[in-house]
């Protein structure tokens, strides 16, 4: 890399790069469970179900923990396998996977 190249270089920037391909499919996946709801009329049934939007949202106790621990353990599965990495300091493990 040159030397200009080294001084702009953003390691931060880089190891993000998958979250701008990762953040649309989410957008979509999100909107395609929304609106199937509403496109089939599911969404009237469900809401004289559970009339108030928060409770509808969040009725299931443990969902939100469940999101929220299912974000952690993907977080901490990537600190783990790159402490694993660092510790074996061996280049010859990007090329095998």
Not at 4 to 12: I, Q, S, W
Not at 16 to 25: D, E, R, V, Y
Not at 89 to 97: E, I, K, Q, V
């Amino acid at each position: 890399m040159s030397a200009e190249g080294k001084l702009t270089f953003d390691p931060t920037f880089v190891s993000f790069a998958g979250t701008s391909l990762g953040q649309p499919a989410m957008i979509v996946f999100g909107v395609l469970v929304v609106s199937n709801e509403y496109s089939t009329g599911m969404i009237r049934t469900s809401l004289a179900a559970v009339p108030q939007r928060g409770t509808f949202l969040f009725s299931t106790p443990g969902v939100l923990r469940a999101v929220i621990g299912g974000g952690l353990y993907m977080t901490l599965i990537a600190l783990f396998s790159m402490g694993v990495a660092a510790m074996l300091r061996s280049p010859r493990l990007a090329r095998d996977a």
